[in-house]
């Protein structure tokens, strides 16, 4: 099972009513379960190593925090693409891709998310004005989740 087969299964069973889901195929297995105050918990094992995501709850990953959000934020957003890490920078010591008040061209890299050990940058789809950066460095995202609120030009 390839990395964009995960995102997708992820993806449906975050929408589906299901509250534990496990797949197996050869020496490869998913398990997800949903249902507590952390969110959506996946585990994978193979062969060689074994993936899980963080299980701790975070203040972005709460039920409640996802609820009230979309009624503070107005305007545009950049949303999630997949559940993972939030990283503002390249690396800790560097400076962040983007800040608050920056204009980006579409294709202009914005963040990086972290999902099972593959950093995925994520770009922009459109040209546009960062109006507030929504996550903080580091924290955990869950798909779809709104990232940054923007002024498309």
Known sequence: ?????????????DKSELNKLKVKEGEFEVAMQKGFEGGT???????????????????????AAQESA???????????????TFYASPSPEAQPFIKEGDTVKKGQTLCILEAMKIMNEVEAEFD???????IENASPVEYDMPMFVVEKL
């Open 70 to 84: 979309p009624a503070a934020i107005s305007g545009d957003t950049i949303n999630s693409p997949m559940v993972g």
């Open 1 to 13: 099972m390839d990395f964009k087969e995960i995102k997708e299964l992820i993806r449906v069973f």
């Open 128 to 134: 546009c004005k960062i109006v507030k950066v929504l």
């Open 41 to 63: 918990v996946v585990t994978t094992s193979a062969p060689v190593a074994q993936v899980a995501a963080p299980a701790a709850p975070a203040p972005v990953a709460t039920p």
